[in-house]
């Protein structure tokens, strides 16, 4: 019996600043050629689809929980848009605090916390506990 050809996965990478996945290098199929760079998800994942693309609450939590930055949750539920990432956890975490558990904790995204170093910087530089070359 002969063997089904099996189909060829694009190598992808995500690309933290703009919250988005991209083909790390050029990748044919029966669209054409897309070059590297291209916008490109993965594939959704099969309890995603079976959900319509809502993520359930031990899911949310524990991917919550094992991140360090907003762009590590969208990495896994890349269809949500960051905002919606964040609304959830506040939604849960509104709900968690009800029921007297501590909520989850507040996640920045890389941009956000790049923000807050050049302000504290200035402070630095200001006091005298960093100087310029």
């Known amino acids: 019996m002969p063997e089904a050809k099996k189909e060829k996965k694009p190598k992808l990478q995500y690309i933290d600043k703009d919250f988005q996945w991209v083909l790390k290098e050029a990748w044919k199929d029966e669209d054409g050629v897309h070059p590297a760079g291209t916008q490109m998800n993965p594939k959704m994942p099969s309890w995603a689809v079976r959900s319509g693309g809502e ?32 609304r959830q ?6 709900w ?3 029921e007297g558990i501590h909520p ?3 996640l920045r995204s890389k941009r956000a916390a790049r923000k807050a170093w050049s302000k504290q910087l200035a402070a630095l530089l200001d006091s005298g506990e960093l100087t310029r070359k």
């Open 55 to 86: 993520i359930d609450f031990n899911r949310f939590i524990r991917t919550w929980n094992d991140a360090h930055t907003l762009e590590d949750v969208h990495k896994k539920f890349f269809w949500k848009k960051p905002n919606q990432l964040s």
């Open 89 to 94: 956890r506040t939604q849960i975490s509104d």
């Open 96 to 98: 968690l605090e009800k």
């Open 104 to 106: 989850l904790k507040t």
